[in-house]
């Protein structure tokens, strides 16, 4: 995916030409070495984004659209035999009609469609 994912324009289909524009609409920062998982962190961001309580972000569940434990441990995983596993980067992925990124840095940020513009 393009990395102009705020407030830009992301290409979509490149089949059709069809391009994108988000727009933020929530974030909520991850803390590793706090109480709650990555997946919480998710779901509170996308609930935000929806205007609802975390435990209405329900269908599609969240592990049926992307492997959170995989990120988890690829960006906030544990230290191996003296070597930190922290990645720096940024992961995107679609959850219903949301953009969802996750930064290495801790910050989940949603992000919905605002206009679609075919090139």
């Known amino acids: 995916m393009n990395e102009k994912t705020n407030g830009g324009t ?7 030409g069809a391009n994108t524009k988000w727009s933020q609409v929530a974030q909520h920062h991850y803390e590793p070495d ?3 998982e990555l997946t919480t962190a998710i779901v509170y961001a996308i609930a935000e984004a929806e205007g609802v309580s975390p435990s209405e972000v329900k269908s ?3 592990y ?3 492997d959170v434990p995989a990120i988890e441990n690829a960006f906030f995983g544990p230290t191996v ?3 930190s596993r922290q990645s720096v980067g940024s992961v995107e992925f679609q959850y219903t ?3 969802v990124k996750v930064r290495s840095d801790g910050w989940v940020q949603v992000y ?8």
Not at 112 to 119: A, D, G, Y
């Open 97 to 99: 009609e949301y953009l």
């Open 10 to 16: 992301m290409p979509d289909d490149s089949t059709t």
């Open 60 to 62: 599609p569940p969240l």
């Open 64 to 66: 049926d659209t992307v």
């Open 34 to 36: 706090g109480r709650g």
């Open 112 to 119: 919905e469609p605002t206009e679609t513009v075919l090139s």
């Open 81 to 83: 035999v003296g070597e």
